[in-house]
């Protein structure tokens, strides 16, 4: 593998995109604070990519979960289970406080 791969990183959670042949990590936790950095896996490459919070963008302005971990991800896929049209995160932790909410979210999506 080449390419920038996480810091020693725990209470993460990843899921994979078939259609776009990647494999998606998300925060976790790095020392004693959670992370929200996104790292992607091109598995045609095996080529690890970072994608920094300050480069995260939301489709129409809503913010994005913030820095999460211990949390889940949910797919719901097409009928023919051949492309994953939803990415769920549903709850978890931000720096040790319980988190509550669900976010949809639009990973790697350039629509």
Not at 45 to 69: C, H, I, W, Y
């Amino acid at each position: 593998m080449q390419g920038k791969y996480p810091k020693k990183l725990s209470h993460h959670a990843g899921v994979l995109q078939p259609s776009l042949k990647m494999f998606i990590i998300y925060g976790g936790i790095v020392g004693i604070d959670s992370s929200d950095i996104i790292y992607t896996l091109d598995l045609n490459t095996f080529t690890m990519a970072a994608v920094l919070s300050s480069q995260q963008k939301e489709k129409n302005g809503k913010a994005l979960p913030g820095p999460r971990d211990d949390f889940c991800f949910v797919t719901a896929s097409n009928a023919d289970q051949k492309e994953i049209r939803s990415t769920y995160l549903i709850g978890g932790f931000r720096n040790g406080s319980k988190m509550n909410d669900i976010y949809k979210l639009h990973i790697l999506d350039h629509g």
